[in-house]
């Protein structure tokens, strides 16, 4: 079970995951490069989701309370708990990835994503798979 299908509440709490290896390697997660190589990966759903949950942390740089029906509205979706709602399995596309997970009752978010890992980059059209060599370096 998932932050979303445990919890009736429409808010959760939101913490920046601090880790020392992506906060001092990767990329923003509001930078180009997650739109362009990440978005194929995770879904436009869930990218957008990282982009406004990351925002977050401006103005509340130590964690916040999502209001989760807001956000999917802001989203262009809805919340309902369960698999059943694009926006619950944007949060779950972001915690299979390794972009977010379950902290307390709550999420921690990363707020600098990896390298795209080698095993996605056959997923991504010849143009950008080109394109990301020079990342890799």
Not at 66 to 76: P, W, Y
């Amino acid at each position: 079970m998932t932050l979303t299908t445990q919890t009736n509440n429409e808010t959760i709490a939101v913490y920046p995951w601090s880790d020392p290896i992506f906060d001092s390697a990767g990329f923003p997660a509001r930078s180009d490069y997650v739109e362009q190589y990440w978005l194929g990966i995770l879904g436009p759903t869930a990218t957008w989701l990282l982009r406004r949950l990351v925002a977050g942390f401006d103005h509340y740089p130590d964690g916040y309370e999502l209001d989760l029906v807001e956000t999917a509205q802001a989203l262009g979706t809805t919340f309902r708990p369960g698999h059943e709602s694009p926006f619950t399995r944007a949060i779950e596309r972001l915690t299979i990835f390794g972009l977010a997970q379950t902290y307390g009752h709550g999420l921690a978010v990363r707020t600098r994503v990896p390298l795209l890992p080698d095993r996605y980059l056959s997923r991504l059209p010849r143009y950008l798979r080109d394109a990301h060599i020079g990342h890799s370096a």
